[in-house]
């Protein structure tokens, strides 16, 4: 296992996530804890020292499991994170209270790390209306008092959203939590959020670093592009070697739901291989050839927006329509519109075809409009 810097510590490159434990009957709410503890003895025997879960992950009962798991291990020999679920309205007023309970349900009087849980559009008014709803307040009282060690936040927005987040509330942050991996470096805008933290000396977590294992097996004819650079490299090693390749990213977090997949993990992250440029401008073309197979060639050239008698943000509803069709639905897409007026969805096109006249892509933007609203 090889270790990153941060502020005095001596931090895995491999985070252990833990969202995606072993479960049983396919139910994710239960756990396999017999077969977890033994996941987390093996990461512990290897190196692993980062342990990431969250209020909501398998139905509250990661973090159930997680400390049961730890407090097996001296205390000083693992660094947890968990994370205040703002994803939840429901959640917004009740800070203190889940944060208490939190340091129950793990056995702890503190934690490495803590995050803001996904800022995004749907949520970033609540996290800064402190004097409302106090998320800040009281997460800074408790770094005070030593219960929050290193403050965070991950987050799922676009980089207006970021940008917000970090004109509020940047100097106080010590890391963040991205999206990050080489298919959502330009798909998710992964390059510029990461140059918006670096400006803020703000280190880099990620998270899906295989986008939710499409990127773990690639079209044949890819995956030999990449044995001829790399005959003994696995294809998901890749995409763990692309984000060691970037100065700042510090932790790298891997939900792994079995002992193979850690066990490949571990062998991955025994040595610091980074890429070279060649290396580099091989995935990104593999990249590019994924991401054309399944979403629409939009430009965000804007000559639409301006023909559109609804005044529809076209460019934005097409890279959302792009993330969810590409990701087969998932939460971002809706997450996004949710914090948009009503009428500014897609549901609100009325088909008039004023803007596939100016669109130099030829684009029948109709007819995405449609689809996303059946999609959804």
């Not at 077969?35 to 980062?50: E, F, I, K, P, S």
């Not at 994170?81 to 208490?100: H, L, S």
């Not at 340091?103 to 996290?127: P, R, S, T």
Request: hydrophobic letters at 40%; one cysteine or more; a negative charge.
């Amino acid at each position: 296992m090889f270790y990153r810097d941060f502020q005095g510590l001596k931090l895995s490159a491999l985070g252990f996530g833990a969202m995606r434990l072993p479960v049983l009957d396919g139910d994710d709410g239960r756990i396999d804890e017999e077969a977890a503890l033994r996941m987390v003895d093996t990461a512990m025997q290897n190196g692993v020292n980062y342990y990431d879960t969250a209020w909501g992950y398998h139905g509250g009962n990661s973090e159930l499991v997680m400390g049961r798991a730890l407090a097996r291990y001296p205390r000083d020999s693992w660094y947890l994170a968990t994370k205040f679920p703002g994803y939840d309205p429901r959640n917004w007023g009740k800070v203190r209270e889940i944060f208490e309970r939190q340091l129950v349900k793990m056995g702890v009087d503190y934690f490495d790390f803590y995050l803001f849980h996904n800022v995004c559009e749907m949520n970033i008014d609540a996290y800064l209306d402190d004097e409302k709803y106090g998320i800040y307040s009281y997460l800074m009282e408790q770094k005070r008092n030593g219960r929050i060690r290193h403050l965070g936040f991950s987050c799922h927005g676009s980089p207006e959203v970021l940008m917000r987040f970090l004109d509020a509330y940047g100097d106080d942050m010590e890391f963040c939590q991205l999206q990050l991996n080489y298919l959502d470096w330009t798909f998710q805008a992964g390059r510029e959020k990461v140059e918006l933290l670096n400006a803020k000396n703000i280190p880099v977590w990620v998270m899906e670093p295989l986008r939710g294992g499409k990127l773990a097996r690639l079209a044949p004819e890819d995956e030999a592009v990449l044995k001829a650079l790399r005959p003994d490299e696995e294809i998901p090693a890749w995409a763990f070697r692309f984000l060691e390749s970037i100065p700042s990213v510090t932790v790298i977090l891997s939900g792994m739901s079995n002992e193979e997949q850690l066990e490949k993990n571990l062998a991955t992250f025994a040595e610091d291989k980074p890429l070279t440029e060649t290396e580099r401008e091989a995935l990104a073309e593999i990249a590019d050839r994924m991401l054309a197979a399944g979403t629409v060639p939009c430009t965000a050239c804007h000559y639409c927006v301006s023909h559109c008698p609804m005044e529809l943000d076209i460019p934005r509803l097409i890279a959302l329509y792009n993330e969810h069709a590409y990701t087969g639905g998932g939460f971002i897409a809706p997450m996004a519109l949710s914090a948009m007026p009503e009428d500014k969805w897609p549901t609100a096109c009325i088909g008039c075809g004023s803007c596939e006249e100016v669109c130099p892509q030829q684009i029948r933007i109709p007819e995405i409009m449609a689809a996303f609203a059946e999609k959804l």
